[in-house]
Nanobody
Framework: HVQLVESGGGSVQAGGSLRLSCAAS????????MGWFRQAPGQEREGVAG???????EYSDSVKGRFTITLDSAGNTVYLQMNNLKPEDTAMYYC??????????????????WGQGTQVTVS
């Protein structure tokens, strides 16, 4: 089993930056993909950034060029650096991890484990 704990959300003005963190614990050796998703009220959960623990990442068109997903050297913490934030980025952000491998790192249905979420508000 894997546990995920997010941190780093908050309120920021448009054009500002935030960095989200997600610490994984438990059976982390099984994880081959990690991702960040977001969900605004009344909307479906959207994949914004996903990475392959062996290298490579993907982004949704809505955040490409503004958000960067990275993994620390230990492979246990994934970050989402969010720059040039816009009001439409306002949402609850969730970290996810997959035991095993997927070629669809932005698809929520691929993931086995989820964090509790951290709120990002851009005004």
């Amino acid at each position: 089993h894997v546990q995920l704990v997010e941190s780093g959300g908050g309120s920021v003005q448009a054009g500002g930056s935030l960095r989200l963190s997600c610490a994984a614990s438990g059976n982390t050796n099984s994880i081959k993909n990690m991702g960040w998703f977001r969900q605004a009220p009344g909307q479906e959960r959207e994949g914004v950034a996903g990475l392959y623990t062996l290298g490579g990442s993907e982004y949704s068109d809505s955040v490409k060029g503004r958000f960067t997903i990275t993994l620390d050297s230990a492979g246990n913490t994934v970050y989402l650096q969010m720059n040039n934030l816009k009001p439409e980025d306002t949402a609850m952000y969730y970290c996810a991890a997959k035991a095993g491998f997927t070629y669809s790192p932005l698809s929520a249905t691929e993931y086995n484990y989820w964090g509790q979420g951290t709120q990002v508000t851009v005004s």
